[in-house]
């Protein structure tokens, strides 16, 4: 409520007053009718005067209220005509003992009662009671000092000379006049208190305006400051916005570099295979043009051995006719067999380098399986499995080319084996066919044995699978009493140099078979690479689209802040604006 909304009140109490007094003098101009012309002029005078100080004429009206009315000539001279000259008359205007109280001096005239006023009727009571919609009678003083007074006065006071018929209508009247003058009295104490209620209240209007208005620049401060709340949380959401979109343009573009990596990485090892593939056939056709070769040379030994076999007939055959000669045969076998037992030796020793490489070879072999375990263990529990990986792989890729390297020089290795191979059967038909040269005999037995020259190189060659049963368990020749070689002795040597071809072909296959297993432990350590990378990039972009959803519900749930205190401000004022409305 503000003062204008007060003083508003305050003229609408007046305003109410008004059209009750307004209310009352109508009443009073229905009620106080008499049948006198006199009479009812001096009523409605009364009237109009106790009117008049009701609404706030103060004296003026209580001199109008006090001013009786002189009766007509008629009645003058029948009052006259009573003998009731000496009767004292109604002064013309009454003495004023207080101006602007509120008070008037009701005309003199005959009263029933001198102690006690007269009550108004029931009808004028209910009447003001309508307009007002009070209880007139409730909690208001009736006896006023100052009305009692007034009315002491107007009882001393003498009656003027009339008719009974005009007495009692005079007394009516000032009865009725001495109720209205209370009324009003009771009117005015009531006016003071609203006046006084109405003081109270523009204060407490003032006071809540001020409150209200303290309220409301709270409620602006809390506004502004949620407005730039809300636009510092929304600059910070747009800025955490556009950093998550550059680290994720980021992230992919640094995606798609390693898939382009990866892939030309795919495709040098899809190139390495097709190379080892390409290779690995040319060996096959190698290695079939070896067993063709060898079955040849097996087919030849077989020849040669039946051939062997009757020219050693022929020589034993000789042997019995040329007894003289058995010595010179005897000296001339010696640096053969002497010969034969140092292969023989040779052999075995090459039968135990060959064991230990295998051993070597199934250690290496157990030391690549853990060293692959350990590289399993070692990709798979690793944090950081990019770079890692990829040395890795190098050192793979690298031991597998040294693996490869081996298996080309195992290879070449087979081929020396095979030409020294030739050369001893070489060798073994010459010494076979010592006797059939006797113009030679005297030179070969005076010369030294000869060797070949590559026989020493044959130790250093591994072997990678054991002679045969027959061939380990055939016993070493020794010199023989006998004047010429017999088929026995000649026989098993062949054998060795067959157990030596296949021998020399298990190793080849062998040799095959490794690096076989090195091509297809490098492909699925490139294959685990390429899957570890994958698993990696998949690691690195759902971590990208985590922190991005991330972002996006921190943004939505400041969003939800902002709305919640627009809200809560809204209700706010909306609380204060009822509050206010309630008050006025």
């Known amino acids: 409520m503000n003062p204008q909304g007060a003083s508003s009140g305050g003229g609408g109490w007046s305003n109410m007053l008004k059209s009750a007094l307004s209310q009352v003098e109508t009443h009073l101009d229905r009620y106080l009718e008499v049948p006198a012309d006199g009479a009812a002029a001096g009523a409605k005078g009364g009237a109009r005067g106790t009117v008049a100080n009701s609404r706030g004429g103060g004296a003026r009206g209580v001199r109008e209220a006090a001013r009786p009315t002189a009766p007509a000539p008629a009645e003058a001279s029948s ?19 207080k101006q602007g109280s509120g008070a008037v001096a009701a005309p003199a005239g005959p009263l029933t009662s001198t102690n006690a006023v007269a009550a108004p009727p029931d009808d004028v009571d209910s009447d003001l009671a309508d307009a007002f919609a009070l209880d007139l009678s409730a909690d208001q003083p009736k006896d006023d000092p100052y009305i009692q007074s007034e009315l002491k006065k107007l009882r001393q006071a003498g009656a003027p000379a009339a008719p009974e018929a005009m007495r009692a209508t005079i007394g009516e009247y000032a009865r009725r006049i001495e109720a209205l003058l209370l009324e009003g009295q ?23 305006e001020r409150a209200a208005q303290k309220r409301l620049a709270e409620v602006e401060a809390l506004k502004k400051l949620a407005e730039t709340e809300s636009a510092k949380r929304l600059a910070e959401g747009e800025s955490l916005k556009r950093l998550a979109e550059g680290e994720y343009s980021r992230r ?30 040319a060996q096959r056709v190698r290695v079939d043009e070896l067993q063709q070769r060898v079955m040849a040379a097996e087919d030849e030994a077989r020849d040669r051995e039946a051939a062997a076999l009757a020219r050693v007939r022929a020589l034993n055959a000789q042997a019995r006719a040329d007894a003289p000669a058995a010595v010179d045969v005897l000296h001339h076998t010696q640096p053969l067999l002497r010969q034969i037992e140092d292969l023989h030796a040779r052999i075995t020793h090459l039968r135990h380098a060959a064991a230990r490489a295998d051993a070597d070879w199934a250690a290496r072999l157990r030391d690549a399986a853990r060293d692959a375990d350990h590289l399993r263990a070692r990709l798979a529990d ?84 054991p002679l045969p049963r027959d061939a380990r368990l055939s016993p070493a020749p020794s010199p023989s009493p006998s004047p010429s070689p017999s088929p026995a002795s000649q026989h098993p040597s062949t054998k060795i140099l067959a157990a030596q071809i296949t021998a020399l072909k298990a190793q080849l296959q062998s040799a095959l078979r490794q690096k076989n297993d090195y091509a297809a432990s490098q492909v699925a350590m490139s ?31 400041k969003t939800e802040q902002v709305l919640e205190l627009r809200a809560d401000i809204a209700e706010i004022k909306a609380a204060y604006r009822q509050q206010l409305q309630g008050l006025l």
């Open 79 to 97: 009052v006259g005509g009573a003998g009731n000259s000496a009767a004292p008359t109604i002064p013309a205007e009454a003495k004023e003992e």
């Open 186 to 208: 009771q009117w005015s104490a009531k006016e003071l208190r609203l006046s006084t209620s109405i003081k109270k209240l523009r204060a407490d209007n003032r006071a809540l």
């Open 252 to 281: 992919l573009a640094d995606a798609d570099a390693r898939r382009h990596a990866l892939e030309r990485e795919l495709a040098a090892a899809a190139d390495a295979r097709d190379a080892a593939e390409r290779q690995a056939a």
């Open 382 to 465: 690793a944090d950081a499995a990019a770079a890692a990986a990829r040395a890795d792989a190098e050192l793979l890729r690298a031991a597998a080319e040294a693996r490869a390297a081996e298996v080309l020089a195992a290879a070449k290795q087979n081929a020396d084996l095979l030409l020294r191979l030739d050369a001893l059967e070489l060798q073994l038909e010459e010494a076979c066919s010592v006797p059939d040269r006797p113009e030679s005999r005297e030179t070969a037995a005076s010369a030294p044995p000869a060797t070949s020259p590559e026989l020493p190189d044959l130790a250093s060659v591994p072997d990678r699978s």
């Open 527 to 557: 294959l685990e690479l390429d899957r570890l990378r994958a698993a990696d990039h998949a690691a690195e972009l759902l971590e990208l689209r985590r922190r991005h959803e991330t972002a996006l519900e921190m943004l939505g749930e």
